[in-house]
Each structure stands twice: as structure tokens, then as C-alpha cells.
């Protein structure tokens, strides 16, 4: 089945400095692949989705940024990170078409 | 644009009363639509989703959504509220042929004994 894996678990970063966030599936190929910002009040905030390499669409202009180098790898990173990067961020993807999301366990970002 | 509303970010009842989330989406074309669970301290569990046939929909838990295209509604209900059901709960769509999946404010649904 599939599975996603995402890290770091928790990230602790000062204003300023570069963020680099991993995803990686196993159990599938070309997924479709998702980066969401889960904050309170705010449910799931999509930011990019890829539809396969090098194929990224942006969601919300914001201070982020997306790539997937390989078929089965998404990175999202910052040049800079601001305070209000702070949040939870989601890895996921479906099955298929009407298929649920999976996720990954999700990196708590912390900017100070 | 494709967009998602849930009325309400936070609804409570008493215990053994109907539970009603309200979700409604904006497109001409119904999409594939979903409902997520969010348990405290948990990632997220799909409850049900539709995607094609009955527009009644049962999911986990004893949970059920019904599509109503002429409301563009996908409202989830209970029929009789436990306190295990005290969730955070999210509405979901995926435009019909396209890629991005987009997701509700979420519910925050509580549980009064």
C-alpha cells in the first residue's frame, strides 16, 4: 500500500535562515503529490501540487516554494523564512482520482 | 475558483442528539467530494466520500453525508452523537478532472455529556 514518509518531525528555525522539507512516497508511481499548511481556524491550506516531475502549481503566493526532482520526491523549501512560516506542514497524495488522500506524519515548523 | 465552506468552525451537542457539519462547495460541475476526521493528537482518517451513484453516503463510524447538487451541499450527519465523535472535521473536493484537492476551515465538533 502506499505509504508516505515526510521529515523532520519538528523544526525549530530563526527568522531569516533556509527551510528544506522532504517528502518521499513508496507504493506507487507518478503520484500526484501535495503540500498543505494545517493551521488552527484555518483547516488545510493548499500550497503547491505536482502532477509529475519538474510540474509544480502554486496555490498561494507566500514566501515558499516547491520541487520534485524525482517521480516519487516533493521538497518544499524558503530562501528566507518569515514568522508567519510557522505552522504544520502535510505531505500527501491519493490513489487515484475519487480516491482518498494519504498523508504523511506532517513537520511541525517553528519560526522565532 | 473552486471553493469549499463549512458554516460553523465550531458546533456542539449533547450527547445522544443529531450531529449536522454543514459543507457546501462552488463549482457548476459536482466534484469528487470528501469528508476528514481529525482526532486529537491524530493525523487525518477519511470518514466517506462520494465520487458517483446514490447521492446518500455511509461512512465510519456511523456517519453519513448526503450530495445535493441543486444545493451544492455535502452536509455530514449522525444520527445519535457519543463523546468519542468530539473531533475536529474537515470537507473536501477534488475538481472532476483536475488535480488540486482543496479542503474546508474544518469543524471543530464537540461533545457535551
Known amino acids: 500500500s502506499q505509504t508516505i514518509h515526510q521529515w523532520p518531525a519538528t523544526l525549530v528555525q530563526p527568522v531569516g535562515s533556509p527551510l528544506s522539507l522532504e517528502c518521499t512516497v513508496e507504493?506507487?508511481?507518478?503520484?500526484?503529490l501535495y503540500w498543505y499548511r494545517q493551521a488552527a481556524g484555518r483547516g488545510l491550506q493548499l500550497l503547491f501540487y505536482?502532477?509529475?516531475?519538474?510540474?509544480i502549481s502554486s496555490e498561494v503566493p507566500q514566501n515558499l516554494s516547491a520541487s520534485r526532482p524525482q517521480d516519487r520526491q516533493f521538497i518544499l523549501s524558503s530562501k528566507k523564512l518569515l514568522l508567519s512560516d510557522s505552522g504544520f506542514y502535510l505531505c500527501?497524495?491519493?490513489?487515484?482520482?475519487?480516491?482518498?488522500?494519504?498523508f504523511g506524519s506532517g513537520t511541525q515548523l517553528s519560526v522565532l | 475558483a473552486q471553493s469549499v465552506t463549512q458554516l460553523g468552525s465550531h458546533v456542539s451537542v449533547s450527547e445522544g442528539a443529531l450531529v449536522l457539519l454543514r459543507c457546501n462547495y462552488s463549482s457548476s460541475v459536482p466534484p469528487y467530494l470528501f469528508w476528514y476526521v481529525q482526532y486529537p493528537n491524530q493525523g487525518l482518517q477519511l470518514l466517506l466520500k462520494y465520487t458517483t451513484g446514490a447521492t446518500l453516503v455511509k461512512g465510519i463510524n456511523g456517519f453519513e453525508a448526503e450530495f445535493k447538487k441543486s444545493e451544492t451541499s455535502f452536509h455530514l450527519t449522525k444520527p445519535s452523537a457519543h463523546m468519542s465523535d468530539a473531533a475536529e472535521y474537515f470537507c473536501?473536493?477534488?475538481?472532476?478532472?483536475?488535480?488540486?484537492?482543496?479542503f474546508g476551515s474544518g469543524t471543530r465538533l464537540s461533545i457535551r455529556p
Open positions: 505536482s502532477v509529475g516531475i519538474g510540474q
Open positions: 507504493g506507487t508511481s507518478n503520484p500526484n
Open positions: 500527501a497524495s491519493p490513489r487515484g482520482q475519487g480516491e482518498k488522500l494519504f
Open positions: 473536501a473536493v477534488r475538481p472532476r478532472g483536475a488535480s488540486k484537492i482543496i
